[in-house]
Each structure stands twice: as C-alpha cells, then as structure tokens.
C-alpha cells in the first residue's frame, strides 16, 4: 500500500465506494438539494482546489534534481529535464483560476499557487536531502508518473462520457439529467450553443488534482524527521479532498459518483505507480549520496 496508515486508507476507500452507490441512485437529488452558484465556498475551491496538484508536481521537480548525479551528464540531463517537465505541468495546472475568476483575481490567484508551493519546497528542501538519492529518484517518478497517469484517464474519460454538468441540466430546456451509467458522448451536438465543457461532468477533475495532495503526505510518511506527522497528514489530505469535492457538487459541476469517482482515479493512479517504484521496499534513510 503506498500510504503507510493502510487500514485508514481503507476505511476512506470503503466509504468512497458506498458514495458512488449512494450517488448511482440518487445523484440527481443531491445536486438539486446542494446547489447554489453563488455560494463563496464553492467559489473559493473552484479556483484553488487543485493546488495540491501544482504542490505535488513542485514537489517532483525538486526530488529530480536533487536526484540529479552531476558527475553523470545524461543523468544529470534525464532528472533536469523532467524537472522542468513536471514543473511546466505544474504552471499549467496553477492557470485554473482564469477559467473561473475575473482577470485581475486569476492573476493573482495563479501567482498565490505558484508562491506557495515553492515555499513548499523550500520547507521541504532539507527534509528530501535525508533520502538517498535513489529513493528521491524513487519517489520523483512515483509522484509525476501518478499526476501523468490521473490526468490521462480524466482527460480521456471525460471525453467518452461526455456527461452533462447539473448546472447546465438546470437552465437548458430539454437537457435531460444523464444517470452515470449513460454515456452520453454525442450528446453536445444536439446542443450548440452550450460550451463543450458543459458535457465533462464524469469524472472530476478538480477532486482528482485535489487528490494529489495524498501524494504529499505519502512523502511525509516516508522521510524519517517527518514520519511522526504522517496519520495526521494523511487525515487533512483525506478532509480536503472531501472539501474539494463537496465544493463541485454545490456549484453544479460535478455529481456526487464524479467527485468519488475523481477521487477514486488519483487513488488507483499511485497504487499503479507504487508497484513500479515503490514495491521494492521502504524508502531508506540517507547514508550517503
């Protein structure tokens, strides 16, 4: 199991499940009884919710060049190189405000994201140097190779299901609320004058990205000075993604099966990436690199 509280994860896991089954009957009622596009909560998360996604691909880029062998160039190249990869995936992912703020709080929204997570990196600096640098090589692929493989499959997802946001099953006539066992991919055709995005409802992936702040605590939980914060690491990373999610639904973006399916994703997509890169053993303590 990549988090080390397993039962924890479990039980979380558990509940996620019986949310889907809970939201497979009664998606359509929960959105109508939550939903409120003005709500400053949702407005909040909408713009910032996926920040610990930026975090964690920050996060990846210092573990590559930490990792970074200069006596060795085409490592030295191969670990900057996908540095500034992931770190590039993580401005795009900052840019998310412009998509939900005026222009001047967007601005200023992306540009708090990106300062936040290099003085998340700074914190963390010292801390990843305890590593060897094979496991901070380890733990660099572990942790953009989860954000590449969740954000392929929502991207891709979202894109067969092609499943009509409540919000705008709300004020179009004649849009008809789609169950999630539906797909309805072909359904933005008979509706031109609604953005495509409107029909990216399955899965979330705002909760998804928020998701990604699991990857954060599992880095905690593998450096020694930090081992002790790691239950409860992982318990806000389990509470904000919930915040996240709950956020979707009352703004109308996502039904409950979306956002636990979101969150199911990022879940599976660090499992994968665990038995790649973390199954051979627990990340060791630096004895020298």
Partial sequence: MFIKNKRLLQIVCAVSAVLFVIGVFLDEQISSAVFNMQSGFGSFFA?????????????AAELFVTAADTKRKNHMYFCYGCAGLVGLFGLLIATEPLDHYTTLLAAGAAALQVI?????????????????RNDRMRLALFISGSLL????????????????????VSVTKDLDFRP????????ADSFP??????????????????????LISLLIGYI????????????IAFAYTALVAFSRIIMGAHYLTDVTAGWMIMVCAAWCMSLLFLKK?????KQAS
């Fill in 47 to 59: 713009g910032m919710g996926e920040f610990p996604c930026v975090a964690a691909s920050f996060l």
């Fill in 116 to 132: 936040l997570a290099l003085l998340i990196c700074l914190v963390f600096y010292k801390r990843i140097l305890e590593l060897s």
């Fill in 149 to 168: 493989l969740m954000i392929g499959s929502v991207f891709v997802l979202k894109h067969l299901w092609g499943r009509p946001r409540y919000r705008a």
């Fill in 180 to 187: 999630v066992w539906a797909p309805s991919h072909s359904l």
């Fill in 193 to 214: 004058k609604l953005e495509h995005d409107e029909f990216r409802s399955f899965p979330s992936s705002h909760t998804s990205c928020a998701a990604a702040i699991i």
């Fill in 224 to 235: 020694p000075s930090l081992k002790q914060h790691a239950f409860t690491a992982d318990i």
């Fill in 281 to 285: 053993g627990n990340v060791r303590t």
